[in-house]
């Protein structure tokens, strides 16, 4: 297990070299237009706003955060399918932010993606055999009989019967479509894979198919990944390294240990606590910290810290003017927050009054 | 007397390919102030149960048989005007999707509104009132302005709300909610569920949970249906069931959960998928996938039986008390060591 620090200042990360992915003060702004002809911009989504991490070979990230958080652009910006707005995108030492697309095609073969919804990610009109031979005619790997081979291997790979190669996706279940998807993101033996979240469409029983599969892979083949999910469970377990966004930026990077035991930031404490436990003693008793409303607009997101309106330690006149930066905590743990959370498991109210706040937030 | 007593409900589909039985023999009963989840798959039949009970199945292609006895009356035979009557007012749904189930084209305030004025000879005014105080109690900010706002102006988690609000408005004896929060990011989701366990406390109504999450089943149910296949497969209080579960399916369905406070380097995995309905397997429609398969599993399908311990706790598998007792220990034992 690998871990890198991350340092003090997102905008000052400095990378340790020996890295294979480095993303840097990345940021992605959707403009929003008005008119039909002459369109003119009149504002920006702020999808992504700022952010910087590295990953080692063999190691595997994952981001969580809320719908909306950013967390899925962030991804489509590191593989390229997305160009971001400023910010560099460093893989193996080169920097791919400006690459134009015949440039970025051998790379293309060094990092792919498996996405969410198995059932749209594959076309139905495809065979099988086409859909995960298909990266292979586009990097020209091989004749038409070697990549019969080489996908028959890895439909065994994957855990699926090779002679199904001529079978259509409608023919298979959800975790064996996303058994499919994860054979065509190895088809041209990748170093990363960027996984979007892979299981969060599939039932429990096939989760844990497909979770114990992605883990295997990696010790075979060496596959560092990037693996975005909502499930804190899920990500917890698959990953070295825990990110949690919110609104576009970091709030959180820690090794998943020191993360799910001693979480820095409220916003972390608050997904925490808000996991329902599947016993049913331990899980009635959990307290859940409760954010009240909704995830800000990413249009226009929050004066200072972007958590400010939502967080139980909001001190006025420092959190709403101040953005805080990554502080560090040691062993590449940082957190966005200038109140860190003293210790938990911790109480709302325990929460609220730690912090020497100036004013009680008021419940809405 | 429950408050609805389900006896052998049954219900199949006509399709193309064949007949499929969605469900198959499933009884409970739910009680006042009690809340009964049921858990499973996609496919198991856990939503079609309850659709049934409703009467909602579409008539072309759905037979039904069995009892649903609410207050007297067998749901499953009773007109469709009788059906409109209880539905909505007595008796009332929370679907799965906030996103679809809401009605693009009218504000939630008229469709709150309709939903009142359905079943109470009420003014505009009485009944605008009377969803206004729903918003509020569903804790929807500025519910004033709100009220006249289309589902698209809400998020996912407020619509799930002006659902609920829906769902109450005509205090409701018993309210079904299929998968309420499986669209939802965690933080809405506790919201959510927190804001169903005080409604329940404040309106006194009985709740049937319909999830694939045990974490929530765990934290809001009082009696679990384990289903499998359009069958229940376990039935059992909410403590017996994860201290004691006693099929192998359950077992397999607590392993295949990464857990905050327990950290497995590899998880349990049901082998293979769940069998397709037109065509279920012969014997225990679980043998296929199950690791403790024997012969007689093969052939005769296990009746839903009480355990020797505890009567109250029904199972339907073949292996004896004492292996069952010893695997459900086994798999504790390596979930709660790991979390000390």
């Keep these: 297990m690998a871990t890198t620090d991350v340092a003090t200042r997102s905008e000052e990360f400095t990378p340790a070299g020996d890295e294979l992915l480095v993303v840097q003060d990345v940021k992605k702004y959707f403009p929003i237009t008005r008119g039909i002809i002459f369109q003119k911009a009149i504002g920006s989504v702020k999808a992504v706003d700022g952010v910087s991490f590295g990953i080692k070979q063999g190691e595997t990230l994952g981001i969580v955060g809320e719908s909306g958080c950013g967390k899925s652009t962030l991804a489509r910006c590191i593989v390229r399918l997305l160009d971001s707005t400023d910010g560099s995108i460093t893989f193996e030492g080169r920097d791919i932010t400006k690459l134009s697309r015949m440039q970025m095609r051998p790379i293309r073969r060094e990092m792919t993606m498996i996405f969410q919804d198995p059932y749209a990610s594959l076309n139905p009109r495809k065979r099988v055999g086409f859909i995960i031979g298909e990266p292979l005619e586009v990097h020209k790997l091989g004749t038409p009989a070697e990549v019969k081979t080489r996908v028959q291997e890895l439909l065994e790979v994957v855990g699926l019967n090779p002679e ?3 079978r259509f ?3 298979f279940s959800g975790g064996q479509r996303q058994r499919i998807g994860v054979a065509r993101a190895l088809a041209v033996n990748p170093k990363l894979i960027v996984c979007d979240e892979p299981v969060s469409a599939l039932d429990v029983s096939v989760q844990a198919q497909i979770l114990n599969l992605l883990k295997d892979l990696q010790d075979d083949f060496g596959l560092t990944y990037v693996f975005i999910a909502h499930d804190l469970n899920v990500v917890r377990h698959i990953s070295d390294r825990v990110m949690v966004m919110y609104l576009g930026k970091i709030a959180e990077v820690a090794h998943r240990d020191v993360l799910y035991r001693e979480p ?3 916003y972390t404490g ?4 808000a996991v329902p436990i599947p016993n049913p003693e331990l899980g009635r008793q959990r307290e859940a910290i409760v954010l009240e409303g909704d995830v800000p607009s990413p249009v226009n997101p929050p004066s200072g810290c972007r958590f400010h309106p939502r967080c139980p ?4 006149g420092h959190c709403d003017v101040d953005d805080p930066p990554l502080y560090p905590f040691g062993g590449g743990h940082v957190a966005a927050c200038h109140y860190p959370l003293e210790r938990w498991p911790m109480k709302a109210d325990e929460m609220r009054r730690a912090s020497g706040s100036s004013r009680e937030p008021t419940p809405a | 007397m429950a408050l609805l007593e389900v006896k052998d409900l049954r219900t199949s589909f006509k399709t193309e390919d064949g007949i499929v039985k969605a469900v198959d023999g499933v009884s409970f009963s739910v009680e006042k102030g009690q809340t009964l989840g049921i858990v499973g798959e996609s496919g198991c039949g856990k939503s079609v149960t309850c659709l049934t009970i409703m009467g909602l199945n579409s008539k072309r292609n759905t037979v039904s048989s069995g009892e649903a006895m609410w207050k007297g009356k067998n749901l499953l035979t009773a007109k469709q005007r009788e059906l409109r009557e209880i539905r909505g007012d007595e008796m009332s749904m929370i679907f799965q999707d906030p996103m679809t189930s809401l009605n693009p084209v009218h504000t939630i305030g008229r469709q709150l509104v309709e939903a009142v004025q359905l079943h109470r000879d009420v003014t505009n005014r009485v009944a605008r009132a009377r969803a206004l105080e729903l918003l509020k109690a569903v804790g929807i900010p500025k519910a004033e302005q709100r009220i006249d706002d289309y589902p698209h102006q809400f998020s996912g988690g407020m619509r799930q709300r002006v659902m609920i609000a829906m769902a109450l408005i005509n205090d409701p004896d018993l309210l079904i909610a299929d998968e309420p929060t499986t669209a939802l990011d965690v933080t ?5 569920l927190s804001l169903m366990k005080r409604l329940q406390q404040d309106f006194g109504s009985a709740i049937i949970i319909i999830t694939h999450d045990l974490g929530v089943v765990a934290e809001t149910a009082d ?14 209080n909410v403590n017996d069931l994860f201290n004691r579960p006693q099929h192998p399916y359950t077992w397999g369905l607590m392993g295949s959960l990464p857990r905050l406070e327990a950290d497995l380097e590899r998880l349990v995995q049901i082998p293979g998928q769940p069998p397709s309905l037109l065509r279920p397997p012969r014997g225990c429609r679980f043998h296929p996938r199950c690791p403790y398969v024997m012969n007689i599993c093969r052939e005769t399908e296990p009746e839903l039986d009480p355990s020797q311990r505890d009567p109250a706790h029904l199972q339907r598998c073949h292996l004896d008390e004492e292996t069952k007792e010893r695997e459900a220990e086994k798999l504790l034992h390596t979930t709660l060591a790991e979390a000390g």
């Design chain 1, 164 to 166: 199904h190669y001529n």
């Design chain 1, 169 to 171: 996706p409608h023919e």
């Design chain 1, 264 to 266: 820095k930031h409220p």
């Design chain 1, 270 to 273: 608050a997904l925490l606590s």
């Design chain 1, 313 to 316: 330690r909001f001190v006025e």
């Design chain 2, 188 to 192: 809405t989701q506790a919201q959510i």
């Design chain 2, 223 to 236: 009696d679990v249906l384990v289903m499998y296949a359009a069958k229940v497969v376990e039935q059992a």
